[in-house]
T-cell receptor, first 116, second 113 residues
Framework: NAGVTQTPKFQVLKTGQSMTLQCAQD?????MSWYRQDPGMGLRLIHY???????DQGEVPNGYNVSRSTTEDFPLRLLSAAPSQTSVYFCASSYSRAGEGVFGAFFGQGTRLTVV | TQLLEQSPQFLSIQEGENLTVYCNSSSVFSSLQWYRQEPGEGPVLLVT?????EVKKLKRLTFQFGDARKDSSLHITAAQPGDTGLYLC?????????????FGAGTRLTVKP
C-alpha cells in the first residue's frame, strides 16, 4: 500500500552543492511529475514524464534535471543548489484518460529542502 | 498571476457552519480537480469534475464545475474540525499540452470546535 514514496523527508544543503531527490511509485502509472510548493504560490510544476525515457519541462524547470529509466522511478536532481530553491518538493504519480491527458494525481509526503 | 485563482485565501469558521470556496480562471479546462492538504503531508485528491455544469457530492462536500468549464466551487455543509486544511484546485488548461497540470494557490480553511 505504498503509493508514492519520496526520500529524504528533510534536507539541508549548502549553496553550490548538488543532490538527488528520490521518488518511486508502485501504481504502474505512466505519468509522473515534480512540483515545488512555496507559501502563497500553490504547487508549481518543475518537470514531468509521460513514460520511461520521456521527460519534459514544466513551469519552473531551471536548475533541475530529471530522467526516467523505469516506470517506477523519477529522480529530481538539483545541479548547484541556490537559496531560491529552498522549498517543499512533491513528487506525484498520475493516471490519464485518452485525449484528456493527466487526470488525477497521487502525491508523496514531500521533501522539505533548505539551502543555506 | 495565477492561472487558477482561488478565493478566499483564508477562511476561519465555527464548527457547524456552511462555507463555499471558489476556483476561477479565464481559461477553459477539460477537467478540474480538488485536493485537500494537511500540514506536513502531500495533497490528497478529493474529486475530479469533467462535464460543464456537473455537480458531485462527497458526503458533506459538494463540488460544481461551471457551465463554461472555467470555474469550480466547493461547498461544505456543517463543517467539522476534521475539514481543516488547505484546499487546492488543479487542472490542465485546454490551450496547454495535456500533461501540464496547474494548481491554484489554495484556500486555507480552519474550523474551530
Amino acid at each position: 500500500n505504498a503509493g508514492v514514496t519520496q526520500t529524504p523527508k528533510f534536507q539541508v544543503l549548502k549553496t553550490g552543492q548538488s543532490m538527488t531527490l528520490q521518488c518511486a511509485q508502485d501504481m504502474n502509472h505512466e505519468y509522473m511529475s515534480w512540483y515545488r510548493q512555496d507559501p502563497g504560490m500553490g504547487l508549481r510544476l518543475i518537470h514531468y514524464s509521460v513514460g520511461a525515457g520521456i521527460t519534459d519541462q514544466g513551469e519552473v524547470p531551471n536548475g533541475y534535471n530529471v530522467s526516467r529509466s523505469t516506470t517506477e522511478d523519477f529522480p529530481l536532481r538539483l545541479l548547484s543548489a541556490a537559496p531560491s530553491q529552498t522549498s517543499v518538493y512533491f513528487c506525484a504519480s498520475s493516471y490519464s484518460r485518452a485525449g484528456e491527458g493527466v487526470f488525477g494525481a497521487f502525491f508523496g509526503q514531500g521533501t522539505r529542502l533548505t539551502v543555506v | 498571476t495565477q492561472l487558477l485563482e482561488q478565493s478566499p485565501q483564508f477562511l476561519s469558521i465555527q464548527e457547524g457552519e456552511n462555507l463555499t470556496v471558489y476556483c476561477n480562471s479565464s481559461s477553459v479546462f477539460s477537467s478540474l480537480q480538488w485536493y485537500r492538504q494537511e500540514p506536513g503531508e502531500g495533497p490528497v485528491l478529493l474529486v475530479t469534475v469533467v462535464t460543464g455544469g456537473e455537480v458531485k457530492k462527497l458526503k458533506r462536500l459538494t463540488f460544481q464545475f461551471g457551465d463554461a468549464r472555467k470555474d469550480s466551487s466547493l461547498h461544505i455543509t456543517a463543517a467539522q474540525p476534521g475539514d481543516t486544511g488547505l484546499y487546492l484546485c488543479a487542472g490542465v488548461p485546454s490551450e496547454y499540452n495535456n500533461n501540464d497540470m496547474r494548481f491554484g494557490a489554495g484556500t486555507r480553511l480552519t474550523v474551530k470546535p
